[in-house]
């Protein structure tokens, strides 16, 4: 890739003794490299469009391809994303956002035409998916979905959800009261955005089919309390991640600054959180809309064919094991709640277990220290996908025992079952590893260092990089369908350069900090809702599939929503706090900015 430093190793044939110096000229300049044993490496940057070329001690060295100009980085997701939103059908988007950036590859690396054509489509599958494959947690992802799908489908067979949706339903006697529990439940849920949308989705589907709740509505209420909620919350699969990038940029800043940062990882957290618009105002939007009854835009109409038709309009792209627990499940057997109860439960404990567990294992217990802080040291130190995969695991093995136990099923309907539930996994299984693989591309082609880069370089004085941050964040997520992707690429990028521009304006500590703690809100918040609004997100495809929903068709009907919310927390929240509003007054202008947006846009 042109203008991104590319390390060249040099190696001698003739190694003349253990070290020895040679001078390599690239670009008009003479750098001298030092060679231990015939070995030595220069870092530098090639030009757009240009062969990358070299000269050592007189003699001239050409590479057989060509820099890749950067802001061609941009074309795989932007191809993706638009084909997903112009033909509604995610498959063949991921498909050719691929094979946009393998081909590229592969005609700047000298091949021809249809050659780049032909090697582009065996690096699909030979690099990209492979890389993804052979990731661990990404495996640990498939194998945890793989698990829910097989104990929900087989808590369905044995008339264990229908159990639970009559219970829920002396609660849930109306539509609103429905999506209320759907809610409720997404907050409870709040140590994993994963576990969240997998475990709420499939326990609420079959009850929001009862009431003719659209799939589409469905799925935005999961969607949006998932990673909100795991986003902000004190003790959750995130905490490791965030403040982790916060320490590491904090020590970046100590390090080369006068004027450093004092507070700790998990203080400049806790702060940050008073910022934390998005997030926070996206939980509280989903209240409002249910609590009004009032829609608006695409969601309307699925919610008016649903009340209508009594099902969604769009398809549903993602296989579900049965629309309704009610015709799935045996009509012989009694309806028992606790038999989806108990191993649901199971996955919750067992998770919350599990976090606790390997948290242990790494950081221990500091008797010196009080309970919350020892708690959350413990939980960021936590390993989240050992704990999912105990925890799918444990639920699985509950259902088993309780269905064979009570003799519900035989013991090959219960093998069945649960390996029918597995099948149902497998095409949204197969867009997850397609979204990864084009956010691998996305990663090895540079494109968020392209999109940083092309913010960092407007001038812009200190109080309007929170805004910028968030833009950024925004479409960094949106363009790699990865909130934590981003939080890992802009918390290192960003926060040490804020804090350089901050000193450079001579702002008092006081000012700084108080920005600094709206910009690691904004990385945070600005990931999230690029997440939300991307056709390629992981937990946006998750959510999809636990609620049996289209996914182009939920990512249509939640974006003018997440654009709503987008737009309140720029304008109301993180652009007025910068400039000295007090955060809990933008938090109450911004509450009533959207519910006379929902009372005077949105429909009964």
């Not at 941009?74 to 084909?83: E, S």
């Not at 990663?443 to 940083?452: D, P, R, S, W």
Request: net charge neutral; with cysteine; glycine share 8%.
């Amino acid at each position: 890739m042109s203008d991104v430093e590319t390390e060249i190793k040099i190696s001698a044939s003739a190694p003349a003794g253990d070290s020895t110096l040679i001078q390599v000229k690239h670009l008009d300049r003479v750098v001298p490299v030092m060679l231990k044993g015939g070995q030595g490496n220069l870092v530098i940057r090639a030009e757009p469009n240009k062969y990358l070329k070299v000269s050592v001690n007189g003699h001239d060295y050409s590479s057989g391809s060509k820099a890749i100009p950067l802001w061609y980085s941009v074309i795989p997701p932007f191809i993706a994303i638009l084909f997903a939103l112009l033909f509604r059908e995610v498959f063949s988007a991921l498909l050719f956002g691929l094979l946009s950036g393998t081909f590229m590859i592969a005609w700047y690396g000298g091949a021809g035409f249809f050659a780049s054509f032909g090697l582009g489509l065996l690096r699909i599958i030979d690099t990209y998916v492979i890389q993804t494959l052979t990731n661990s947690d990404h495996i640990s992802i498939v194998v945890f979905s793989l698990l829910i799908g097989g104990m929900v489908h087989l808590v369905t067979k044995n008339g264990g959800m229908k159990g639970v949706v009559n219970q829920i339903s002396r609660y849930a006697e109306s539509r609103r009261s429905t999506l209320l529990s759907t809610w409720f439940l997404g907050l409870v849920v709040f140590f994993d955005d994963y576990a969240n949308t997998l475990v709420v989705g499939n326990t609420m589907r079959p009850l929001a089919d009862r009431m003719k709740i659209s799939r589409e509505k469905l799925s935005y209420v999961v969607d949006s309390t998932a990673a909100p909620v795991a986003s902000i919350a004190f003790i959750t699969t995130w905490i490791g991640a965030e403040l982790s990038y916060i320490k590491n940029a904090v020590d970046v800043i100590n390090a080369g600054v006068d004027t450093g940062i004092s507070e700790s990882p998990y203080s400049i957290f806790l702060q940050s959180l008073s910022y934390s618009f998005y997030p926070i105002l996206t939980l509280l939007f989903v209240g409002m809309l249910i609590i009004s009854r009032r829609d608006y835009g695409p969601m309307r109409r699925a919610e008016m064919a649903a009340r209508s038709a009594g099902n969604s309009t769009a398809e549903t792209m993602l296989p579900v094991t049965e629309d309704n627990a009610e015709q799935s499940a045996d009509p012989t057997l009694r309806p028992r709640g606790y038999n989806a109860l108990i191993p649901v439960l199971t996955v919750i404990a067992g998770t919350c277990a599990g976090l606790f567990v390997t948290g242990m294992e790494q950081a221990g217990w500091d008797s010196q220290a009080g309970f919350g802080n020892n708690l959350s040291v413990v939980i960021g130190h936590a390993d989240a996908f050992r704990s999912l995969l105990w925890a799918a695991f444990s639920g699985l093995l509950i259902a088993i025992i309780l269905t064979l136990a009570q003799r519900l099923l035989t013991l090959r309907k219960v093998v069945d079952s649960t390996i029918d539930g597995f099948k149902t996994m497998l095409s949204a299984m197969m867009i997850l590893v397609l979204a990864w693989s084009l956010a691998q591309l996305t990663k090895n082609l540079n494109t968020a260092e392209y999109l940083a880069a092309v913010m960092l370089q407007l001038e812009i004085t200190p109080v309007w990089v929170p805004v910028i941050t968030f833009i950024l964040a925004g479409v960094v997520a949106f363009s790699t369908g990865s909130s934590w992707g981003t939080m890992a690429i802009l918390y290192p990028l960003l926060l040490p350069t804020a804090w350089t521009l901050f000193h450079d304006h001579n702002l008092q500590l006081q000012d700084s900090m108080m920005l600094f703690h709206i910009i690691v809100a904004s990385v945070l918040a600005g990931a999230v809702f690029g997440d939300h609004c991307s056709p390629i997100s992981d937990t946006t495809i998750l959510s999809s599939l636990a609620t049996g929903c289209n996914h182009v068709e939920h990512v249509r009907t939640q974006l003018p929503y997440a654009i709503t919310t987008g737009l309140v927390s720029i304008l109301i929240g993180i652009i007025p706090v910068s400039f000295g509003l007090n955060p809990l007054l933008a938090f109450g202008l911004s509450m009533a900015v959207l519910w006379l947006a929902i009372w005077f846009i949105g429909k009964k």
